[in-house]
Nanobody, 123 residues
Framework: QVQLVESGGGLVQAGGSLRLSCAAS????????MGWFRQAPGKDREFVGR????????YYADSVKGRFTISRDNAKNTVYLQMNSLKPEDTAVYYC????????????????WGQGTQVTVSS
């Protein structure tokens, strides 16, 4: 079991920045590929990006590429989502997720999820 807790969400104006954190506990954090997803009201959950076990490789959805950056600190059991140049359409609940095996872009490929943190971007 891996427990994940997101933090860092809030209200920000368009063009601003936020950094989300996801703290993990339980099994060895560095064994897991970590992903970020988001879900806006009335919409399906959307893949945001993922990072490899070592942190050397990242992959992003086109909608956030160039604006969002995922990093991780395996010594602190934490993964981060740095969000810059935020837009109102980035408003959503953001979730981190852990996968032991798959470099996936769908939720089904991730076994463990946090409770989510709300990000609201005002225009």
């Amino acid at each position: 079991q891996v427990q994940l807790v997101e933090s860092g969400g809030g209200l920000v104006q368009a063009g601003g920045s936020l950094r989300l954190s996801c703290a993990a506990s339980g099994r060895t954090f560095s064994n897991y590929i970590m992903g970020w997803f988001r879900q806006a009201p009335g919409k399906d959950r959307e893949f945001v990006g993922r990072i490899s076990r070592s942190g050397s490789t990242t992959y992003y959805a086109d909608s956030v590429k160039g604006r969002f950056t995922i990093s991780r600190d395996n010594a602190k059991n934490t993964v981060y989502l740095q969000m810059n140049s935020l837009k109102p359409e980035d408003t959503a609940v953001y979730y981190c997720a852990a996968s032991p095996n798959y470099y996936g872009t769908t939720g089904a490929e991730y076994d463990y999820w946090g409770q989510g943190t709300q990000v609201t971007v005002s225009s």
